[in-house]
């Protein structure tokens, strides 16, 4: 069988048992053909798997991730279909694009005693914006930030389970089931922070039951989880405590908060009322005090969203633009100029006010770099593609093997 079909695992071990039967000569041909067949790998593979150390020469590459930070950053952030890759090809690899890195080396120099930064991917579907999210995510993951990720802000309003009546505040609506599983996620997530930021204030929940100024947030989070009917309101607060604290001296911590579909939050939702009229998004507690964190009237941290069409309710399947699916949301885009970072479909990092005079220079650098984010993926697949058929050929051999055995 060819030797470029085997796997890497298993090409070291074929190398060594041809060189008992082979010349000095022999040995070193076999060296070379190995080395020169693994070359292949760093065509699509990167070694470096730290994001804050990538550059632009991995850029259509892709990275490793740990498998621990898989289960505990992303408990419940990735796409489906990448879930399935994972669990295909046994490990989590995430391709290095451009808009990613451009948004990293904003986030390594911007200055964290000032209001947050938002930052805005958008472009067609399947353009990796998503994954991108991921990855700047996963950047603020290893510089020891607290991580509050919403992976799909269109399931907060549509497809609810349960809707009740908020108990604090009776114009609105808590979603407990949702906010439940997303504290839990959280937890994950956060876990060696829960012990060491302390809530600035009490909070009551029922005439038995209060949350004490100064007990650690994992209580906060517990009560949330192990009382379902107050988890929203324990997801404001949570929400709260963090907005308030990040960025002060006391605190020494700061906050990433990644929403995917960032427009669902002011469009509109399928929930209905006893009275059949739709809920307004601003009605539902979650999306209300998430639409408060993403006002950045608080330091100390970053906001990352994408805009996303998938999923999202009455609006064209062409449309992609901030202006087609945010529409004129200036709580959210803001007026200075500065404030906000676009990723035009989707390699090049744009501010919105220099969007048109930059579409030319655009068109080259995705022309570029989608040539060799197309050759990685296809490499990358066939890689795996000749390790199935190696599997499977071995498989067909072992089966004639015990037919002969059995003859025999």
């Avoid at 700061?254 to 960032?262: I, N, P, S």
Wanted: aromatic share 10%.
């Amino acid at each position: 069988m060819a030797l470029h079909r085997l796997s890497l695992r298993l090409r070291p071990t074929v190398a060594h048992v041809r060189s008992i039967h082979t010349s000095r000569y022999g040995r070193q041909q076999e060296a070379a053909a190995v080395d020169s067949e693994s070359e292949p790998i760093s065509v699509f593979r990167t070694q470096e798997n730290d994001p804050a150390s990538q550059s632009e020469k991995q850029i259509g590459q892709f990275y490793t991730l740990p498998a621990e930070h898989i289960r505990l950053l992303f408990p419940h952030g990735l796409p489906n279909r990448y879930q399935q890759q994972v669990k295909t090809f046994n490990e989590a690899c995430m391709m290095v694009r451009q808009p990613a890195l451009e948004a990293i080396s904003y986030l390594k120099k911007a200055d964290y005693s000032k209001p947050a930064l938002r930052y805005l991917f958008y472009g067609v579907k399947g353009s990796g914006k998503t994954m991108s999210l991921c990855h700047s995510v996963h950047f603020c993951y290893t510089q020891g930030w607290v991580v509050l990720h919403i992976p799909d802000a269109h399931l907060w309003v549509k497809n609810c389970k349960e809707l009740m009546p908020s108990s604090y505040k009776s114009s609105r609506f808590d979603q407990p089931l949702q906010a439940t599983s997303w504290l839990r996620n959280f937890k994950i997530t956060n876990e060696p922070f829960l012990s060491k930021i302390k809530i600035k204030q009490r909070y009551v929940w029922t005439k038995r039951e209060s949350t004490e100024e100064g007990r650690p947030l994992g209580e906060l989070v517990d009560q949330g989880t192990s009382r379902v009917k107050s988890s929203s309101d324990v997801v404001a607060a949570v929400m709260k405590e963090l907005r308030l604290q990040c960025g002060h001296p006391e605190s020494n911590f700061r906050l990433a908060v990644a929403v995917d579909g960032v427009n669902a939050l002011w469009g509109k939702s399928t929930i209905k009322k006893e009275d059949k009229s739709a809920v307004d998004p601003e009605e539902l507690t979650l999306v209300y005090n998430l639409r408060k964190l993403l006002k950045n009237d608080w330091i100390g941290g970053a906001i990352i969203t994408t805009l996303s069409q998938t999923g999202s309710l009455y609006t064209p399947k062409s449309a992609y633009l901030p202006q087609e699916l945010l529409g004129e949301v200036r709580s959210y885009l803001p007026l200075k100029p500065n404030s906000l970072s676009a990723f035009k479909n989707p390699l090049l990092l744009l501010k919105h006010h220099s969007f048109l005079p930059a579409v030319r220079k655009l068109k080259i650098k995705y022309s570029l770099l989608f040539e060799s984010k197309t050759m990685s993926i296809i490499i990358y697949i066939l890689f795996f593609s000749s390790i199935c058929f190696f599997c499977k050929r071995l498989f067909s051999l072992s089966k004639e093997l015990c037919f002969l055995h059995s003859i025999t």
